[in-house]
């Protein structure tokens, strides 16, 4: 093992025994020859990068056989340095380095050569002289100055390697004698190329005979291609490569797009055209091609022009969702008066089952466009949005450039789903790259890394949706439109079911029956007993197992034991009781399901002052109770000293975080402390300092909700809460007592002085 420079020649493969000369322009190349010369006897590695169409070759994209060359002579010139190389031997890289000095440097060990058996050495090399002899006698151009040489030697390794350097072989085929080093393999491939070569020398000639001679220079194109294509002819070939070069410019040709992508269009087409029909690369050109051409690149679906029509085919589909409803219809009314218009990206926010996707395919087709849902959840690789070079394995464009393609429209509304459960990590960050996707300044340019092509993505309508507003990226929530799409109550539930739900599920089962009814009474009994969720999925699912399972059995009317019997007793139990218990208190809180009222429990033990928190809280609740027990203790002078406090929150496989439960901590405590039970129906929201001061919470509609729908009658919130009240459901307002307090001290007061 021994290391020397290197230097990279991009069109030229020297092997040993050969002898080259360069002319050298480069600085690194002159330094190189340099410290070869005065460092390394001279001796330097000769090696081509695989591709050489690569402009900046990565030493990963080079070969891991070389051959090391003695500098026979070197003259410096004005433009550089001149070289004479001689090949000596093979060698295999261990690895490429770079040092301070810029110079490339690898670690290399001599190949040993097979054993050959000497018979065998002797015909195969009498076999390669007899068919070098025709070859040479067939040919117009080539010299018989080689056979001297290679009559007079009889060592196969240094013939195999003269008559490779000798003929006109492409890059690539030189390339692949040099990493040979088996002089047998090399001598066999010899003797089928050199017979291939003969083959189409012969028949050259005969074309030649064929074709008129005298056509002018400018023909020169035709002739070659008429040659190629009579070669085809008499081996008897069928190109499918001619019919789809032929295909791909009929296509271009219709295409109007930007002429600098249309010449690099053509361009790919004739690389395709030449390309070997055996090479590997011939496919993923073909799927370039291919692909860069069928995009709509100019074609759109005609839009709904009647925003009055957009909204009743939304209304039809969907209940409630007025902000979503309202903002399309705009959208389509302001485009009336300018077509230009820029369209908006939307992110809706709300729990599991409101409806989010389903509202988005719903405005697609309103719109009278194409929809392509893409899920990010869980995404951290950048790449599948934006796509990956055509250099690598398996390379494709992203998904955003897939959904265009599938949609066969420039204009469809792309759905991307769950934003907020996106993944940063050292393989990239998509919520960086959404920005320029959803940017309406930059997306107009949109490259993606396959297509290495801008397609413009301004007309596109993209929706976004997310669970949990605090999830999402903020850079991303700065770009988009957020409209937040809430829990339903138990009534909407009701409406959703009766109008949406039932006749969507009787279509799908193919009931007609008109006896098969529900009333709203059994309607509320299904809905509070056998789901718990913030939308309407489950209800949904239940609905459906519910009627599947009347049709089975003829079941006609139904009553809540028939419901009962047919999908087993109730799941889930609507009281909440506190069984008279001090230091329990209903807390809302609001997760990515929605709003959801959970209990807050507390107790104390002999101890020294230690605090134990369970119900699966996160840091920001363990530090709100630590703010509470401290406000506690200093404001009302509650010695708890010599007391362990353990505080639980139930419901404990949902993840509950934030500090707008300080003030049930509060409550929860002091009923504690002062043996005080606190009525089931109340519940209280709000975040509390350590001065006593109830501030601002968020979700509170959602919160509300929640409430609503666990009967809870009275919540205490935050007084700069009160502005948000004008967007709480009419029907909430009306049955909830929501109380607006400043400070602890006005609960103190209530129940606890």
């Known amino acids: 093992m021994f290391n020397v420079p290197v230097i990279i020649l991009k069109k030229l493969v020297i092997l040993p025994n050969q002898e080259i000369k360069l002319e050298l322009n480069n600085k690194i190349s002159s330094q190189t020859i340099k410290e070869a010369t005065l460092n390394y006897k001279g001796e330097i590695l000769v090696i081509a990068p695989t591709d050489s169409k690569e402009e900046d070759p990565d030493v990963d994209d080079l070969p891991k056989v070389g051959v090391i060359a003695k500098i026979k002579s070197k003259l410096v010139v004005d433009n550089g340095i001149q070289v004479k190389l001689r090949g000596l031997k093979r060698v295999a890289v261990n690895k490429f380095y770079n040092t301070v000095d810029d110079i490339l440097y690898s670690e290399v060990m001599y190949i040993d050569l097979p054993s050959l058996i000497p018979e065998e050495e002797r015909a195969i090399l009498r076999k390669l002289i007899d068919v070098l002899k025709e070859y040479i006698s067939t040919s117009n151009s080539a010299s018989n100055d080689i056979l001297s040489y290679v009559t007079n030697t009889l060592d196969l390794n240094k013939v195999t390697d003269a008559i490779a350097s000798y003929l006109p072989f492409d890059i690539n085929k030189k390339l692949e004698y040099m990493q040979n080093i088996n002089p047998i393999k ?13 083959k189409v020398l012969k028949l050259d000639e005969e074309l030649d005979d064929t074709l008129n001679e005298n056509l002018v220079n400018d023909q020169r194109t035709f002739v070659l291609k008429e040659k190629l294509k009579i070669i085809k002819q008499e081996l008897g070939e069928v190109s499918l490569q001619e019919e789809e070069t032929k295909k791909f410019r009929d296509t271009l040709k219709k295409l109007k797009i930007d002429k600098k992508i249309k010449e690099k269009i053509a361009h790919e087409i004739s690389k395709y055209e030449v390309m070997n029909e055996s090479s590997p690369e011939i496919s993923i050109l073909h799927n370039y091609i291919d692909t860069i051409l069928n995009l709509p690149w100019n074609k759109s679906t005609k839009e709904n022009a009647n925003f009055n029509n957009v909204l009743k085919l939304l209304d039809e589909t969907h209940y409630g969702l ?11 009314a302001v485009k009336n008066i300018n077509s230009n218009i820029k369209s908006p990206i939307i992110c809706l926010v709300g729990p599991p089952g409101v409806g989010k996707t389903s509202i988005a395919m719903s405005i697609a087709k309103s719109l009278n466009r194409n929809f392509y849902k893409i899920s990010v959840g869980g995404l951290n690789d950048s790449t599948e949005l934006i796509g990956s070079r055509r250099t690598y394995l398996a390379a494709s464009p992203g998904k955003i450039i897939q959904g265009i393609s599938k949609c066969g429209s420039n204009n469809p509304v792309i759905l991307i789903d769950e934003v907020d459960k996106m993944v940063k990590d050292y393989k990239g960050d998509p919520a960086s790259t959404l920005l320029e996707i959803l940017d309406p300044v930059q997306n107009k340019y949109f490259t993606d890394n396959y297509l290495e092509e801008p397609f413009d993505l301004s007309k596109v309508l993209f ?43 009787f279509k799908d089962h193919i009931i007609v029956d008109d006896k098969m009814r529900f009333s709203e009474e059994l309607l509320y009994f299904i809905i509070n007993n056998y789901t718990k969720e913030a939308g309407v999925r489950e209800l949904e699912r239940v609905l459906a197992t519910l009627v599947r399972k009347m049709a089975i059995n003829n079941i006609k009317t139904i009553s809540k034991e028939k419901i009962m019997k047919l999908l087993g007793n109730p799941k889930y139990n609507d009281d909440l009781i506190n069984e008279n218990l001090i230091g329990v208190v209903n807390s809302l809180a609001y997760t990515s399901i929605g709003g959801l009222v959970t209990k807050t429990e507390v107790v104390e033990y002999k101890g020294s002052g ?12 363990e530090e709100s109770i630590d703010v509470i027990v401290s406000f506690i203790k200093h404001s009302y002078k509650y010695n708890l ?13 949902t993840k509950k975080d934030g ?23 109340i519940a209280f929201t709000g975040e509390l300092s350590l001065n006593g ?5 968020g979700g509170l509609k959602e919160k509300l909700i929640g409430a ?28 909830i007592d929501i109380r607006c307090i400043e400070n602890f001290d006005e609960i103190y007061t209530n129940y606890f002085k």
């Not at 090399?186 to 050199?194: F, T």
């Not at 507003?469 to 903020?474: F, K, L, S, T, V």
């Not at 001061?693 to 919470?697: A, D, E, H, N, R």
Request: net charge neutral; no cysteine.
């Open 186 to 198: 090399r001598a066999k491939s010899l003797i089928k190329d050199m017979n291939e070569e003969i």
């Open 322 to 332: 007025e902000k979503i409803k309202e903002r399309i219809s705009e959208y389509v």
């Open 463 to 505: 929706i976004l949706t997310a669970n949990y507003i605090g999830d999402i990226p903020a850079t991303l929530i700065d770009r988009v439109e957020v409209i937040e799409l809430n829990s339903y109550t138990l009534f909407e539930k009701k409406d959703i079911a009766k109008k949406y739900l039932l006749p969507r599920i």
């Open 610 to 621: 230690k605090i134990k928190v369970t119900g699966s809280v996160g840091k920001v609740m």
């Open 641 to 653: 000293n010599n007391t362990d406090l353990h505080f639980h929150f139930l419901d404990a496989s």
């Open 659 to 681: 500090p707008s439960a300080g003030l049930s901590i509060a409550v929860a405590l002091l009923s504690l402390l002062e043996k005080k039970v606190i009525p089931e129906d």
């Open 693 to 697: 001061s109830v501030l601002k919470i």
């Open 708 to 735: 609503y729908n666990k009967n809870i009658k009275v919540v205490y919130i935050p007084k700069s809460n009160m502005e948000d009240l004008s967007e709480i459901p009419k029907i909430i307002l009306e049955n």
